[in-house]
Nanobody, 122 residues
């Protein structure tokens, strides 16, 4: 069963940056896309970004395009989410999850780690 460990969250002022990390087994990252999902308490989870396991193609939800960048380092079995120009509405707990396939098709498997909290506030 896939298991992800997220890290890198914290408190940052509006306009600041954070880099989140998601570490999983090589088997998981090599056969599934990786999706960053965020959740605000009381609201539905929102898929933020995805990177495929095959051709490194990426997708972003419209609210983060141009501000967030997803990338992967296969040598470290890690997927990153670089978040720049952060806004208060980016405040959430961020999780990563395996895609249902190698491609970023909008689907993911709901296997959750502990997540990493991000708070954007002055």
């Amino acid at each position: 069963q896939a298991q992800f460990v997220e890290s890198g969250g914290g408190l940052v002022q509006p306009g600041g940056s954070l880099r989140l990390s998601c570490t999983a087994s090589a088997n998981t990252l090599g056969h599934h896309a990786t999706v960053w999902v965020r959740q605000v308490p009381g609201k539905e989870r929102e898929a933020v970004s995805c990177i495929s396991s095959d051709d490194d193609s990426t997708t972003y939800t419209s609210s983060v395009k141009g501000r967030f960048t997803i990338s992967r380092d296969d040598a470290k079995n890690t997927v990153y989410l670089q978040m720049n120009s952060l806004k208060p509405e980016d405040t959430a707990v961020y999780y990563c999850a395996p895609g249902s396939t190698w491609a970023c098709d909008g689907n993911y498997i709901e296997i959750w780690g502990q997540g990493t909290p991000v708070t954007v506030s002055s």
